[in-house]
C-alpha cells in the first residue's frame, strides 16, 4: 500500500488506480513468460477484475423523485 501512495503522488491517483487494476493481468504475463501454465481460475479472475474495473467507470444512474 505504501507504493501505491508513493506512486500515485509522483505519477498521479487515475494511472496509480489503472496499474493496480491490472496487477492480475501483470502477473499471468509473467508467469506465463516464466514457463507457467495458466488456470481457468486465473482467467475467471483476471476478468472479475477487468469487469469491476470497468463498471467503476460508469457513472451511476439517479433517479429523481418528481412531484407531482
Known sequence: MVCWMISAEKI???IAALHINALPF???LL???F???LLMSQVTGAV???TGAV???IPAQRSE???T
Do not use: E
Open 48 to 50: 472479475l477484475v477487468a
Open 65 to 67: 423523485a418528481r412531484s
Open 35 to 37: 514457463g507457467g501454465t
Open 26 to 28: 501483470y502477473v499471468l
Open 55 to 57: 463498471l467503476a467507470q
Open 31 to 33: 508467469g506465463l513468460m
Open 12 to 14: 498521479g491517483v487515475t
